[in-house]
């Protein structure tokens, strides 16, 4: 609260700090003529006692800088002005330092305002604004009271009553000289001597302003202080404002204002319009004097004034001048401006520390974007520089620098920080283990291998070696994102290896794994032989990277938009293309305007916009830089999407190239371009992480596949890259093993180390890996034992590929072969097999031991044992010293092979790049529109640059960084949209101190703003119901209005309030590592509010849930998991939702502890999003007393929830069913009382089964509920009662009942059971009559039935005993018998003791079981089965032998040794490049895959690569050369095509010139020439249908769909209920029909067809006014009457042409009120009765529901519409079957082969509609199918007949390729012919007939000169030369490739007919006659559910007449032919006498 002064103090010392501090303008040229009003000024704000002296001082010092920079004071200022204020800013600023004034009101009209206001004569009413026009009040004598107090009798005291009821108020009494008298009198003093007089007695004067005052008292305070604003007193003026004007009297005036409506208060027109101008008045002055108080206090007090005006015009028609509508708005708005432009001192002071002039230094370009080691030392200096944002930049270089070091250090901060603090806590043991911020880091990481997987070289990492007691849930967790940057040091950072995380899977996350790509040059021997402590920064490096880089390419030559990115420019340019043609005409709606005239722009209501976004989009075509600001709701993306088709439906007049749309996330993206294939089809979205299917077909990658692009040489590049992949993973695989050391490597390798004379004198190369490994075993001595001090188990498998001759793990195979067959022999041979097994136990130990031993390299003993020439002399540790030295050798080649090899990779992967961008160039250039995000954008800039899109849209353009802006530009960009809202989110550094201080939160779009550019606000919300809206009206926005659409939504079911805070105070936790947040209480809570919203009947899609932590995300999500009915419910958090909106949002705000720490929802950008997401219902859950006392924004908020009731610790959920029973929840558990949705009652409503529901109250239908009463049915003749649970099933009467049995047995069965039939189970025991064993059995069994029991005691051949009992009767031979007893034989062949494992009876087959056999013909030992000879057995083991050149054989050893397969890099002689070849091969110049850099002649570089020769003619690149193709356009040439002859038909085919023809559904074409067939054949339409259904909602299915089944909310109503199912699934209302009256009563229920007829006696009740009705006895009475209304119940006659007397009787229509004469109204009824539709009234068309007299037609045409629904869908299985039996009907039509390949296509549409069996409307599928069938047999059986017409085969196939064209048209779809297509395929069907006879004539006359020849006369020669000029014309005609008339096209038709019957009568005279007859008419062609489209005949038929030709109508039924409009009037009647 301000604290008060009195005058005496306040006008001594005072002053005005505060506006001086923070530039304000009016302060500030005060302070130049006084300095003691600057300090008069500085109290009065701030209201703190302070130095004057030192004030004084500080203003002056102050003041010279003020004058300094009073030009950038200008800017600021302006910052945030709209295109309605932007006409008067350059008199803002031309007037700054002469007076105060307001960007909206000059100086003259303030002044003209007051000298005309304030005269002496001057009457109660101070402003009378009689200088403007627009300002005058229309009266007519004297001053008229409102019209609305009129009507109400309200006003028709004299103004001395009026006087003496309202003057006085209590509060206003007692204070002297401030009376209501004494008031007016002061009134009558001029403003200098009225201003001395209050200033003289300003005590009293403001105690009065402290009371409550009266309405008569506030309107004259308003008056006498909008008075004294004209005195020229500006110091006393000030001080008197400041005492006067604070918070309470502000709120008193606004109070006032808006209860004028709510109290009635009866104040004249006059009076109020004098009061709102001086209030006006007064607050423009207090703004101007005091703009730091006015920022604080005013800007809500503005918009309730506003609000105030708004209502007096809606309730009171007040007159008001638009005017002082205008300047209450620019006054909002300037207070808005001066709110964003207003910073703390605090804040400033700040900024000044580390703002530095900016000097050239470093090249920025010169800086490496990824981390160097001297980047993460904390001496580096970085000379940092703020972002300007309050004027220009010095040069593109200072603006490209200064965004280039801002964004490389906001990387390098954290990182920087992070490992300092990591170092320094390493060396105190205290902090040793404590968290550091932004940085994670692991120790004792390790590197495991390398390898080449698609075009990165990736290393494996494990740096988690205890991963499986890792707690981390990876799929949920943010580390190791991919691009995320890895440091990896060995010495505590000192030196790093850089890497990126390339792959990301979770299974290898969870094993402790990690790939990374390594940057720069690696030590590979290093990398694998070292722990590392590894550093991930969390910081995203994949958003920086690719930015940093395009910002080092831009230069001043090629930097975009200069003059307003970098001199930020507010004057507005129109668009470079617009500017080189002025009179550009744009097309729209099909309506041309000139784009820079305005004024013959379409209306709004034509362009389907409000005012505010209409002016946006006339800013956004025709501004070079349009800005738009759209706070939520008002349709940014809308229109975006608007602006994006006005611009492609003039693509011609932006000379073409794609728009570049651009959007931060790809949520976004893919949102906008969804709504642009709506108007286009031809886009391409570039990137792959898309998540909408509809866009997959659209991806970059598939389109560039679809398009068949090949060439580029890419297919070089990629096999050389697969060569080089090759041989990197065998180097990395080769050097894996090396570093193992698990065996003694093969010769074929270290030979390549070894010098040749070495391994020539050694004998080496003769004897091979046997005698290298006997050398080096030579040292073993051997124990006389067969233990071994080596555990055979701990010897892994190792597969090495050859590489070891012999391994560690090959001896352990050994051992174990040997132990086995020291199993199985004996005598000597066992004892030489174990000597053998101790001497390789032997040479294991050896081997191992010297393998692991430390090796150090003594190189002066090595290079003394390298001389010598026998090296079988060295002792056996020295062979092993020199084995280890070749060995290391071996790996430093691998690792120089390796490094060649990656830098040889990196060099292809940055050609096949390049040569990507460049095909990608050519599949851009030719798209529409390109989407992409920021980071896309940045990472393709070269490519970019190259296309050069000279539009570009920016969607959420407030939340992006200017620099990720910036490199989405290329240099031709000539037209840059904005669209965003930086109240917002705003851009998300990752450095506080960066986004603050150096202003780097500040986005591109906000910085605009800030520098005065012109921009647009959208101002009316579509998405918030108003109490919702209120949360950020006008807290946030003070501009926004509500659309009529947001007051209409229904409540939330289940909840009493729509909008509710759930305030607690239940502790938060640590999340995620602890670097989030989650609340455990609000995630249970909002999971169960959430089951119980959806048990109301919600859909899952109508419910997001909003988290403010993604730590509270994952807990949302786990808890939804545990419930099934909320699995499809979204859950997302804050940030990723903006944008988007949702029926019922529930927010959890997470943050509640003892610190007070709200974190993120400080932030009013974040809370702004947070709250404006929600259409309908929005519950929040948090601690709202800690929010507001830690966030103004907060308390605000708080205040308006407590205003509406809306906050509380308790959510009241109320009963759908029981309305009165009302539940209080405030924790999950408290939802378990009430588990159906409902209350606590129990339901007892009666259920189908009879009994009442015993469950508490519960939405659900009782259909899906079992009642567990006790059945208690009789079930049987017996009485019987069932004992079961209701909901089962009774079943058979199972009470048991003794009974005796046939046999004489007596038991208990079950009572269903017949005795008769019962089969007795009693066992009896007998003699079988076969074996004579005595045994047991069924008495129901007869003997021989009986089996025997005992044992078959018979020995089977085998021996074996038989396992069966008896069984004489079965087999006793055993013949049949199978022994199952295992097999006692050996196997078959079998070298061992291996025995058969097969049954007895199965045969045995030859020894399979595996064992190790040496082969004959070399020393390899193979698996084999135990019967295979080992010569038989071929060895497909790798040769061992070397060839002459060196190389080792690589073929297989039982292959000839032949050429060297080994690559080897070869230079070509001819060209001098290198390439890989096979060393046996000679290097041509054919086998160059090089790519070609020579120039063609044509000056396009060669697309080819070295080794195929340059020819211009496989040039790809279009050519500036153009040709005219057949339809008359001009194609451009490919440079191929420049010296060939160009073939017009081809050119034809490629045409882009527009279609734009108007179809026949009234929509533009938006195809091509070349893509319409020259206008035959139209693309199909893609704009959407919006007609009327025959439901009576509107359909927004695409045009050239059928009118699909409508999903709207059914709007059916009667007198019970409204109907809440969707359209079409009504349930019917079971309560009593409520039509009657004193003669006839309907007893139906109210669903049902009323059992009696409309009453025609006249009502006999009377009306208000006393009269009689003149309705029908039983309606509702009509609301007119004869006496008082005669004027209405004449315009009721006439509406419908109706000619009435007195006794004419009237209709009231409850739907829609219209009254009715009821014999014109049933006549009018009756015209349309025969078409299906709801019952409609004739003038408004709604429809008729509640009109009992017409209640039975109604529920006829409801019941017709339903009965054509499911027609329309039809039954799925019957669907699917006749779809199939049409496929198989086609399939097997007699064909000729021509149609065999066309006919191919039935099988790709009998996929697609096994695909599609469960899409929508199914039932239009056969129908399409069937009527495209037809049509194609009607093309075939034509052309059949004419075929044997046609002289030629050359002709007949002309025919034939036509029809098949056509034929795969229409099997090329599988939707509806719409009536365009059927009109374009019959022109073109009638088109090859034309071309048949034409051909057929062509033959005839051929046929006609041979005849002549023979026999000429002069009747046949004349007929002859008629018809071939007869032919010429025709042939010209068929020439014209463009569509014609059907009309032409059957003259044309005829004509040849004609011509062809004379010219040979007898052979054409019949066939034509049969021609001419044939209909050419598919049945069903369209199958739709809009209006007009379907009629019932008055025989109760129902048919579909979408196929008639555009503009006639039906008038006969097609099935039975019966007169549909005839006998409407009657078939009207019959409905009204339904019974």
């Known amino acids: 609260m301000e604290k008060g002064h009195d005058s005496s103090s306040g006008a001594a010392a005072t002053a005005d700090e505060s506006a001086a501090e923070e530039g304000n303008v009016a302060a500030m040229v005060k302070t130049v003529t006084s300095s003691n009003s600057d300090l008069l000024f500085k109290e009065i704000e701030l209201g703190q006692e302070k130095n004057c002296a030192a004030k004084i001082t500080e203003k002056r010092v102050e003041c010279g800088a003020w004058r300094r920079g009073s030009g950038a004071w200008r800017r600021r200022s302006c910052a945030t002005l709209s295109d309605g204020q932007n006409a008067e800013t350059s008199k803002f600023q031309q007037g700054l330092k002469e007076s105060f004034r307001l960007p909206s009101t000059s100086s003259s009209e303030i002044n003209e305002r007051r000298r005309g206001n304030f005269r002496q004569a001057a009457d109660s009413a101070i402003v009378s604004r009689n200088y403007s026009h627009s300002y005058q009040i229309a009266r007519s004598g004297t001053p008229s009271l409102l019209n609305r107090g009129e009507q109400a009798g309200c006003y028709n005291n004299s103004p001395a009553e009026r006087k003496i009821g309202m003057e006085l108020h209590p509060d206003d009494e007692g204070i002297p000289g401030f009376q209501v008298a004494d008031m007016k009198e002061k009134l009558n003093m001029n403003s200098s001597k009225l201003l001395t007089h209050l200033q003289a007695r300003s005590k009293n004067f403001t105690t009065l302003l402290k009371r409550k005052l009266g309405p008569n008292m506030i309107m004259l305070v308003v008056e006498i202080l909008a008075k004294i604003t004209t005195s020229n007193d500006k110091e006393l003026q000030a001080s008197l404002l400041a005492h006067s004007i604070h918070s309470s009297v502000l709120e008193q005036f606004s109070t006032f204002s808006l209860n004028i409506i709510a109290q009635n208060m009866a104040f004249s027109a006059e009076e109020l319009t004098n009061y709102f101008e001086n209030l006006y008045v007064l607050y423009n002055t207090f703004v101007q004097m005091m703009p730091t108080k006015a920022t604080e206090i005013l800007s809500d007090h503005c918009t309730r004034a506003v609000m105030a005006l708004q209502n007096l015009k809606l309730m009171r028609k007040l007159l008001v001048a638009p005017k002082l509508e205008e300047d209450y708005r620019s006054l909002m708005d300037h207070v808005e401006s001066l709110n964003q432009l207003h910073e703390s ?56 620098d200064v965004q280039f070091n801002l964004m490389r250090e906001d990387f390098l901060i954290p990182l920087r920080e992070g490992i300092m603090n990591f170092i320094h806590h390493q060396s105190s043991e205290s902090s040793k283990y404590k968290r550091i911020e932004n940085v994670r880091f692991y120790q004792g990481v390790r590197f495991l291998q390398q390898f080449v997987e698609g075009d990165s070289l990736v290393t ?181 999407l608007k602006i994006a088709e006005v611009l492609l439906d003039n693509t011609l007049e932006w000379q073409r190239g794609p728009i570049l749309v651009v959007c931060y996330t790809n949520h976004a993206l893919d949102q906008f371009l969804e709504g642009i294939l709506s108007f286009t089809r031809n886009i391409v979205r570039i990137g792959s992480q898309s998540k909408n299917e509809k866009l997959d077909d659209y991806n970059l990658r598939v389109v560039r596949k679809n398009k068949g692009i090949y060439g580029f040489g890419l297919r070089d590049v990629i096999e050389e890259m697969n060569e080089c992949t090759k041989t990197i993973n065998e180097c990395n695989e080769c050097l894996k093993m090396c570093m193992k050391s698990e065996g003694i490597i093969s010769l074929e390798y270290l030979i390549r180390v070894m010098e040749y004379r070495m391994v020539i004198h050694s004998g080496f190369n003769s004897q091979g890996d046997l005698q290298f490994q006997e050398w080096l075993f030579a040292g073993l001595y051997f124990q006389n034992s067969m233990k071994s001090g080596v555990d055979l188990n701990d010897i892994k498998p190792t597969n090495h590929n050859g590489f070891y001759s012999c391994s560690l793990y090959d001896i352990k195979n050994i051992i174990n072969e040997l132990k086995f067959e020291e199993s199985i022999v004996e005598g000597d041979e066992l004892e030489d097999i174990r000597n053998e097994i101790i001497m390789w136990v032997s040479r294991l130990e050896y081997m191992k031991r010297k393998l692991s031993e430390p090796f150090e390299p003594n190189m002066d003993l090595i290079q003394r044992m390298t001389k010598l020439k026998n090296l079988n002399i060295l002792q056996p540790d020295y062979r092993w010293m020199l084995y280890r030295y070749w060995v290391l050798k071996l790996v430093q080649k691998y690792e120089s092979d390796l490094v060649r090899s990656r830098r040889y990779f990196q060099s292809l992967n940055e050609e096949k790049f390049e040569l990507m961008e460049r095909k990608n160039k050519y599949v851009i250039s030719e798209s529409d529109v390109v989407g992409m995000t920021t980071t896309a954008a940045a990472r393709h800039q070269n490519l970019l640059q190259r296309v050069g899109p000279k539009i570009v849209i920016v969607e959420e353009a407030a939340e992006v960084m200017e620099s990720h802006v910036v490199v989405c530009l290329s240099a031709q960009c000539e037209h840059l949209i904005l669209i965003g809202d930086h109240k917002q989110l705003r851009p998300s550094p990752a450095v506080y101190r960066l986004a603050k201080d150096y202003h780097l939160e500040i986005s591109l779009f906000e910085r605009l703003l800030m ?24 807290a946030v926005y003070p501009l926004l209005e509500n659309h009529p659409s947001v007051l209409e939504y229904d409540n939330i079911d289940g909840l009493k309030k729509n909008l509710f805070f759930i305030t607690h105070t239940h502790q938060e936790e640590k999340a995620m590592d602890d670097s989030s947040k989650r609340n455990v209480h609000e995630a249970k809570f909002l999971v169960a509010l959430c089951k119980h919203i959806i048990l109301q009947g919600y859909d899952a899609s109508q419910i997001t849930i909003l988290a403010s932590y993604l730590g509270q995300m994952f807990l949302l999500i786990e808890e939804r998991d545990k419930h099934v ?72 908020i708080r205040k308006v929830l407590l205003e509406k009731e809306a906050v509380g ?82 079943g058979d009467c199972m009470v048991p009942v003794e009974s005796t049995l046939p046999c004489g047995h007596v038991t208990k069965l079950p009572c269903h059971v017949d005795s008769r039939e019962y089969k007795c189970l009693v066992r009896v025991s007998v003699q079988l009559p076969d074996c004579e064993h005595t045994n047991e059995k069924l008495c129901s069994m007869g003997i021989n ?168 003619k496989r040039c790809v690149y279009l050519s500036t050369r153009k040709a005219q193709a057949r339809c008359g356009h001009e194609v451009q040439l490919y440079c191929q095509e420049i010296d060939e002859v160009s073939n017009p038909d081809t050119l034809m085919l490629r045409c882009q010139e527009p279609c734009a023809k108007i179809l026949m559904c009234g929509h533009k074409c938006k195809g091509t020439c070349g893509q319409c067939m020259q206008g035959r054949i139209h693309i199909t339409c893609k704009e959407k249908c919006e007609r009327r259904l025959i439901c009576g909602h509107k359909c927004l299915a695409p045009c050239s769909n059928p009118c699909p089944p409508c999903r709207e909310k059914c709007k059916y109503r009667c007198e019970h209920f409204q109907c809440k199912e969707k359209c079409g699934y009504c349930l019917p209302c079971k309560k009593k029909c409520g039509w009657h009256c004193e003669h006839q009563t309907c007893r139906k229920n109210c669903s049902d067809f009323c059992d009696r007829p409309p009453c025609n006696e006249p009502c006999t009740r009377k009306l208000g006014c006393g009269h009689e009705c003149i309705g029908f006895c039983g309606e509702r009475c009509p609301n007119l009457c004869r006496v008082c209304h005669p004027k209405e119940v004449e315009d009721a006659l006439a509406s419908l042409n109706a000619t009435g007397d007195k006794s004419s009787r009237f209709v009231l229509l409850p739907d829609c009120g219209h009254v009715f004469e009821s014999t014109s109204l049933e006549k009018s009824l009756s015209e349309s009765a025969h078409e299906v539709k709801l019952l409609q009234c004739p003038v408004c068309h709604v429809d008729i529901l509640q009109a009992y007299r017409y209640k039975n037609a109604a529920k006829l045409c409801l019941n017709r519409v339903n009965q054509v629904r499911f027609m329309v869908i039809g039954n799925l299985h019957q669907v699917s079957r006749k779809v199939e039996k049409l496929l198989d009907k086609f399939r097997m039509y007699p064909l000729e082969s021509d149609f065999k390949e066309s006919f191919q296509l039935v099988d790709k549409l009998s996929e697609f509609t096994k695909r599609n069996k469960k899409s929508h409307g199914p039932a239009v599928i056969p129908y399409s199918l069937e009527a495209r069938m037809n049509f194609v047999l009607s093309i075939i059986c034509h052309l059949r007949d004419l075929r044997g017409k046609m002289g030629s085969s050359k002709m007949e196939q002309e025919c034939v390729d036509s029809a098949n064209s056509l034929i795969k048209i229409l099997l090329g779809n599988v939707h509806n012919i ?59 005609w068929v020439d014209n490739p463009r569509a014609f008339l059907k009309g032409e096209y059957l003259e044309m038709i005829r004509q040849l007919s004609k011509v062809l019957v004379s010219l040979n009568s007898e052979e054409f005279h019949s066939f034509f006659a049969i021609f001419s007859i044939f209909p050419l008419k598919p049945r069903n062609i369209v199958f739709d559910l809009h209006e007009g489209s379907w009629y019932g005949c008055p025989n109760g038929r129902i048919f579909s007449v979408c196929g008639l030709e555009q503009g006639k109508q039906a008038t006969n039924c097609n099935q039975c032919n019966g007169e549909i409009s005839g006998g409407s009037h009657q078939f009207f009647s019959n409905l009204l006498l339904l019974k």
């Open 1345 to 1512: 039935e009986a089996p025997c029991s005992v044992p078959c005691d018979t020995r089977l051949p085998c021996g074996h005993a038989c396992a069966f009992t008896c069984h004489l009767k079965r087999d006793p031979q055993h013949l049949e018998y199978k022994c199952l007893r295992p097999c006692t034989r050996k196997n078959v062949n079998c070298q061992g003791e291996h025995m058969c494992e097969k049954k007895c009876f199965e045969k045995c087959d030859s020894c399979k079981v595996k064992v190790k056999k040496k082969l004959p013909n070399c020393e390899h030992r193979f698996d084999m089965d135990c019967s295979t000879d080992p010569s038989t057995v071929e060895c497909l083991k790798p040769c061992k032998k070397q060839l002459d050149c060196g190389h080792a054989c690589r073929r297989k050893c039982m292959e000839p040794c032949g050429g060297c397969l080994v690559k080897v890099e070869k230079e070509i002689p001819d060209c001098q490049h290198k390439i890989r070849v096979n060393c046996c091969d000679v290097p041509v110049r054919s086998l160059c895959r090089e790519k070609c850099m020579k120039v063609l002649s044509c000056g396009h570089t060669c697309s080819s690569t070295c080794g195929i020769p340059c020819d211009v």
């Open 1011 to 1034: 520098n005065g550019i012109r921009f647009d606000t959208l101002r009316i919300q579509h998405r918030m119901r108003p109490e919702i809206a209120d949360l950020v009206f006008p």
């Open 1874 to 1932: 719409t009536p365009q297509e059927f009109s374009d395929y019959e022109g073109e069907f009638l088109r090859i007939l034309i071309l048949t006879r034409l051909r057929a004539l062509e033959s005839s006359m051929a046929t006609s000169r041979r005849e002549n020849m023979k026999n000429s006369t002069s009747e046949k020669h004349q007929k002859l030369v008629e018809c071939e000029k007869e032919y010429e014309k025709f042939q010209k």
């Open 345 to 400: 001192v605090a804040q400033r002071r700040r900024r000044e520390k580390v703002k530095r002039e900016w000097q050239p230094g470093i090249n920025f370009r010169e800086l490496s974007v990824i981390p160097l080691p001297q980047d993460l030392s904390l001496k580096t200096e970085v000379n940092l520089c703020p972002a300007v944002i309050d004027g220009p930049y010095k040069s593109v270089e200072h603006y490209l």
């Open 1209 to 1290: 610790t308790h959510l009241t959920l109320q009963c759908l069913k029981h309305p009165d029973q009302l539940t209080e929840v405030s924790k999950a558990e408290d939802f378990d009382d009430i588990p159906g949705g409902g209350c606590r009652l129990k339901c007892n409503e009666k259920m189908n089964c009879g009994h009442n529901c015993e469950k508490v109250c519960h939405l659900q239908d009782h259909d899906e509920y079992e009642c567990y009463e006790i059945c208690n049915q009789v079930m049987c003749f017996r009485d019987h009662r069932c004992e079961k649970q209701c909901w089962q099933d009774c």
């Open 1125 to 1196: 009915a909320i699995q499809d419910v979204r859950i997302t958090v804050v940030d990723n939702f903006q944008g988007e909106e949702n029926d019922i949002i529930l927010l959890s705000l997470v943050r509640n502890n003892e610190e007070g720490k709200i974190g993120f929802l400080a932030s009013e950008n974040r809370t702004c999003v947070a709250l404006s997401r929600a259409k309908k219902g929005l519950y929040i859950v948090g601690n709202l007393d800690m929010l507001a006392d830690k966030s103004r924004l907060w308390s605000k």
């Open 460 to 640: 494996e990492v494990l740096f988690n070696p205890r991963a499986k007691s890792s707690r981390h849930n990876w799929s949920r967790s943010k580390r190791f994102l991919f691009g995320s940057l890895l440091c990896f040091s060995s010495d505590l950072f000192s030196s790093i290896i850089l890497g990126l995380v390339v792959d990301r899977q979770v299974e290898l996350l969870e094993k402790g794994i990690l790939r990374c790509e390594l940057v720069g040059d690696v030590n590979k021997g290093e990398l694998f032989e070292k722990e590392f402590i590894m550093a991930e920064s969390e910081v995203y490096f994949e958003a920086y990277q690719h930015v940093l880089k395009a910002l080092q390419k831009f230069t001043g030559e090629n930097f975009p938009l200069k003059e307003y990115l970098i001199d930020v420019s507010p004057e507005s340019h129109y668009p470079t293309y617009l500017e080189r043609l002025p009179g550009t005409i744009y097309r729209s709606k099909r309506i041309e305007f000139q784009v820079l005239n305005k004024d013959s722009w379409p209306s709004k209501e034509k362009m389907e916009l409000n005012e505010s976004q209409y002016k946006a989009l006339q800013s956004a075509l025709t501004k070079k830089c349009a800005v738009i600001q759209g706070p939520p709701g008002t349709g940014k993306t809308y229109l975006g």
